[in-house]
C-alpha cells in the first residue's frame, strides 16, 4: 500500500488540531500570503493579533474559525485599542475591518500661555502630565492631566492668569525742619518704581498725598503709592513725612502794652515789636528775635507809667510830654464848688477805665491866680504853670471850660457845659489814630467790661 496518502492526510489533521476551539491561530495575518498558499479555499487569513486577543464563532459551528461568516471579537490589552470590537469574514476573503490593537495615543496638548507642562510619556495612554506657570502667574484650573483609555485627557488645559499684586517700595524719609521764619519745610523724594512679577508691565502709578518738592506745613503728612499691573492687580506701599518748627518759649505782651510778631509769634527766626499803651513809657527790647538756639535775643519787656514832670517851666514844656502818648481832657472851673465842675467830675471818675482805654489825661485847673490850683491826678502844678496853660490854650478862668487836645497837640474841642462820658468817649472814637488803636486793643484783648 502507498504510504503518502495516508502522511498527507495525518500532516493536515495535525494543522487543523491548531485552530480547534482556541480562539488563537499560529498563522500570521497576511492575507494575501494566505490567499496564494490556499488559492480557492473560502476562508480568510488567520487572525494573528498582538497585543489583544481574540476569539472567533462559525456560521456552522465548525472546526474551521477563518471560513466565510466566522465572526470573531478583538480585545486589545490595556493601552491598546482597535478600530473594531468585531470583524467577518467576508466572500472577498479578507476581513470585513482593520482589527489590528494599535497603543492608545491622546491629542498633543495645547501648551498654557504664559506656563508649560511635563509629561511622564508624552501622549501615549496613562502618560501624566503635569502643569506650571511662568513666575509671577497661578495656574487656575487642575494641574495635571492623565492620557485616558478613550484617547482622551482627563481634564483641559489650565490657564495661567496673573494674581500677583506689582511691589513697590516707598521711600525711607527723616524728619524734615522748617526753614527760618517760616512754618514749612520743602521735602524731595525720589518717585519710587513699582515692579511687576508677571509680564512686567505697569499700567498706573496713583500717588496719595503732596507731591515731591513740595511745602509741607508743620505735622505729620501720610503717604502712599499705589501701583496696577495689566491684570488690574495692585500693590502699594506708605510712608510719612512730619515737619518740624523749632520754637522757642512764648512771648506774651507786657501789660499796659501791646506786641505784634511774624511767623508763628514763636518759631525760628520769628521777631516780635513790642509797643506800651499810651501814658507808659517801654523799658527793655523794643523787638526780640527767636534764635537758632531756641532763646530769644534781647531782654525782657516791660510798660512802665510816664514819669510826669511837673516842675517845668513853661506849659508847652508840659504838653510836650504827652506828644503822641496821651490825649489831654483840661478842666477849668473857677471855684471846687461849681456845679458843673463836681458833675463833670464825678462823671468822670465812674469811667476811669474808658478814659485809660483811650489813653486820656486829665487835667484840673480850679480857681483864679494867685490862689489857682493845678493837678494831674495827685501831681501838683504850680499857680504859675496852671496860668501858662489857661492863657496858651485860651481857657477863661470865671467860667467852667474844657478843651479836648489829641496826640497831636492839636485843640480837638470845646465844651463851655458839662458832657456825659458816652460823648466823650464818641467824640475821640471818631479819630483816626484812635481807629488804630481799637484794632490793636480788640486783639490783645483790652476792653472795659463794665
Not at 47 to 67: E, F, M, Q, Y
Not at 184 to 199: C, K, L, N, S
Request: charged share 25%.
Amino acid at each position: 500500500m502507498d504510504m503518502w496518502p495516508l502522511v498527507l492526510l495525518l500532516v493536515q489533521l495535525c494543522v487543523c488540531s491548531g485552530y480547534e476551539g482556541s480562539g488563537q491561530y499560529a498563522y500570521g495575518d497576511d492575507e494575501d500570503w494566505y490567499s496564494r498558499r490556499y488559492k480557492g479555499t473560502p476562508w480568510c487569513a488567520p487572525i494573528k493579533l498582538k497585543h489583544g486577543a481574540v476569539s472567533c464563532r462559525t456560521p456552522r459551528g465548525d472546526h474551521h474559525r477563518n471560513v466565510m461568516g466566522t465572526r470573531c471579537k478583538i480585545r486589545c490589552n490595556q493601552g491598546y485599542e482597535s478600530q473594531s470590537s468585531e470583524v467577518v469574514c467576508m466572500a472577498s476573503k479578507h476581513w470585513s475591518s482593520n482589527y489590528a490593537c494599535r497603543e492608545i495615543r491622546c491629542p498633543k496638548l495645547d501648551m498654557p500661555v504664559n506656563g508649560g507642562y511635563k509629561c511622564s510619556d508624552g501622549s501615549d495612554f496613562n502618560s501624566r502630565c503635569q502643569f506650571f506657570c511662568s513666575p509671577g502667574f497661578s495656574l487656575k484650573g487642575q494641574k495635571t492631566a492623565t492620557c485616558q483609555h478613550t484617547s482622551v485627557w482627563s481634564v483641559g488645559v489650565p490657564t495661567c492668569v496673573d494674581l500677583d499684586p506689582p511691589k513697590i517700595k516707598c521711600p525711607t524719609l527723616k524728619d524734615k525742619w522748617a526753614e527760618p521764619r517760616k512754618l514749612t519745610a520743602r521735602v524731595t523724594w525720589d518717585t519710587p518704581e513699582g515692579v511687576d512679577t508677571a509680564d512686567g508691565i505697569l499700567t498706573d502709578v496713583i500717588l496719595k498725598g503732596k507731591l515731591s518738592k513740595s511745602d509741607f506745613p508743620e505735622g505729620l503728612h501720610k503717604m502712599s503709592y499705589t501701583v496696577f499691573d495689566r491684570a488690574g492687580n495692585k500693590g502699594s506701599c506708605r510712608f510719612t513725612v512730619r515737619v518740624r518748627v523749632r520754637r522757642c518759649s512764648p512771648l506774651f505782651p507786657p501789660d499796659n502794652g501791646y506786641m505784634k510778631c511774624d511767623g508763628d509769634k514763636d518759631n525760628y527766626g520769628a521777631s516780635c515789636e513790642f509797643k506800651c499803651t499810651g501814658g507808659f513809657e517801654l523799658q527793655g527790647s523794643a523787638a526780640r528775635v527767636c534764635q537758632y538756639g531756641l532763646t530769644w535775643s534781647g531782654s525782657d519787656t516791660t510798660c512802665a507809667p510816664m514819669n510826669i514832670n511837673v516842675g517845668v517851666r513853661s506849659a508847652a514844656a508840659l504838653l510836650d510830654q504827652f506828644y503822641e502818648k496821651r490825649r489831654l481832657l483840661i478842666i477849668s472851673a473857677p471855684t471846687a464848688a461849681n456845679h458843673n465842675y463836681r458833675f463833670q467830675m464825678t462823671n468822670l471818675q465812674h469811667a476811669q477805665c474808658g478814659l485809660d482805654l483811650r489813653h486820656v489825661t486829665v487835667i484840673e485847673l480850679v480857681g483864679t491866680y494867685p490862689a489857682q490850683v493845678g493837678r494831674i491826678r495827685h501831681r501838683l502844678l504850680t499857680p504859675a504853670l496852671a496860668l501858662q496853660l489857661r492863657i496858651l490854650l485860651r481857657i477863661p478862668q470865671r467860667s467852667f471850660y474844657m478843651v479836648l487836645v489829641d496826640k497831636q497837640g492839636i485843640d480837638k474841642q470845646r465844651y463851655p457845659f458839662p458832657i456825659t462820658t458816652a460823648e466823650l468817649f464818641t467824640t475821640i472814637d471818631t479819630f483816626p489814630l484812635r481807629k488804630d488803636e481799637m484794632e490793636l486793643q480788640q486783639e490783645a484783648g483790652q476792653s472795659c467790661q463794665s
